[in-house]
């Protein structure tokens, strides 16, 4: 049989509302030389039927049906089967516009680029898409302009996102073994802290190629997750001093301290009366590593918004955090209010 020219990779969990769109988007793509693996990690409703189905209309569709063991090793599973000379990964309650992969893939030979990074709209709900946030300039980054803005993005900093989907992958990355986390929150970041830093050529282009379903989550971060995102960005600390690249140290210090905010305000908003204890706020805030990380966190990367909250953190001022998280929940209520009424229209 004829090596297919991409192999997607759609990692599937209990999505029988969402995953006949997936896959039904992909199926009428206008590039038809591919293989498509669903990788289906144990659902327990009817995505295993729903995914037999495409089988049985489409031979470039196979189902491999696993045990749970998240998204990180579902990818994995993926990867490994995979007979394309290009990989791209698809979640199983996103889809993909019907030139999506033709236009990555045409990107991909016409540069010769290790990584295409394509544009993508969020969608909220079952609603339409409503947000341009990931729209990209088409530029091609080489060298060590493609490593460094690689490895900003994924901290979050770089001119592009650090999500697995909506990217076209020279199968060749794949040739050296990627190590695995052993994650279930933050896969993403690890898997292209790996990638970018391998790929001699990175391009994006500015043609929307995937639609993300954006709120299938919440807002909360519990503190199993919490725990998960600390152990990422040790990883990617170290596997970043192992390839002397330090001059990313004060992204990574910035990016820890993100995730202890984000936990605060967990706590904070979201928590109940135990988590909202004072001393148990205090007790995060007086935390070494925070600390520790606030210290050495220049004041050049703490944008002006923010400033004043970095500052109470280092002071260890407790009340007037709590008061500052429970202003700010305000109004990312009233923002999304906002973003849920435009989506309607």
């Given at each position: 049989?004829?090596?297919p020219e991409?192999s997607?990779?759609?990692s599937?969990?209990n999505?029988?509302k969402?995953?006949?769109k ?12 591919f ?14 039927e729903i ?5 049985g209309?489409?031979?470039r ?17 993926g990867y ?8 791209a990964?698809v ?18 030979i ?11 709209k ?7 898409p409503?947000?341009v ?6 530029k ?12 900003l993005?994924?901290l979050?900093f770089g001119?592009?996102?650090?999500y ?5 992958y ?6 050296e073994a ?11 970041a ?8 391998k ?23 519990s ?15 170290e ?5 002397n ?9 910035r990016?820890?301290?993100?995730l ?11 928590g109940g009366?135990?988590?909202r ?5 205090a007790?995060?805030?007086?935390n070494?590593?925070?600390q ?12 002006p918004?923010?400033?004043?909250l ?6 260890k001022n ?6 500052a ?21």
């Amino acid at each position: 049989m004829k090596r297919p020219e991409v192999s997607i990779i759609v990692s599937i969990y209990n999505k029988q509302k969402e995953i006949k769109k997936c896959l039904e988007s992909i199926r009428k793509q206008t590039f038809t030389d591919f293989e498509v693996l669903m990788i289906d990690d144990g659902s327990t409703d009817r995505t295993p039927e729903i995914c037999k189905a495409f089988t049985g209309k489409d031979v470039r569709f196979q189902h491999i049906y696993k045990q749970n063991g998240g998204l990180e090793a579902s990818r994995r599973t993926g990867y490994l089967m995979a007979k394309g000379k290009y990989f791209a990964f698809v979640d199983g309650d996103d889809w993909l516009p019907e030139n999506g992969i033709e236009l990555l893939y045409e990107e991909a030979i016409n540069s010769e680029a290790d990584i295409v990074i394509g544009s993508y709209k969020r969608v909220v709900g079952r609603l339409s898409p409503i947000s341009v946030a990931g729209v990209l300039d088409s530029k091609q980054y080489e060298g060590e302009e493609a490593v460094h803005n690689g490895m900003l993005s994924v901290l979050s900093f770089g001119a592009f996102p650090a999500y697995a989907w909506g990217k076209l992958y020279n199968r060749n990355l794949f040739d050296e073994a990627i190590k695995l986390g052993h994650i279930f929150m933050g896969e993403d970041a690890w898997l292209n802290t790996q990638l970018f830093l391998k790929a001699s050529k990175i391009t994006t282009i500015s043609s929307v190629v995937y639609y993300y379903r954006w709120g299938g989550g919440s807002e909360k971060l519990s503190y199993n997750n919490f725990l998960d995102l600390l152990y990422v960005n040790k990883m990617i600390r170290e596997y970043y001093e192992k390839n002397n690249t330090h001059h990313t140290s004060p992204y990574i210090e910035r990016m820890r301290v993100n995730l202890y905010d984000s936990f605060l305000e967990t706590m904070i908003v979201f928590g109940g009366r135990e988590d909202r204890a004072y001393e148990n706020i205090a007790q995060i805030v007086s935390n070494a590593d925070f600390q520790k990380s606030l210290e050495n966190l220049p004041d050049w990367i703490v944008a002006p918004e923010h400033k004043e909250l970095i500052s109470l953190y280092r002071e260890k001022n407790v009340s007037a955090i709590i008061k500052a998280k429970e202003k700010n929940r305000i109004r990312k209520v009233l923002k999304n209010y906002v973003l849920k009424g435009l989506s309607c229209i």
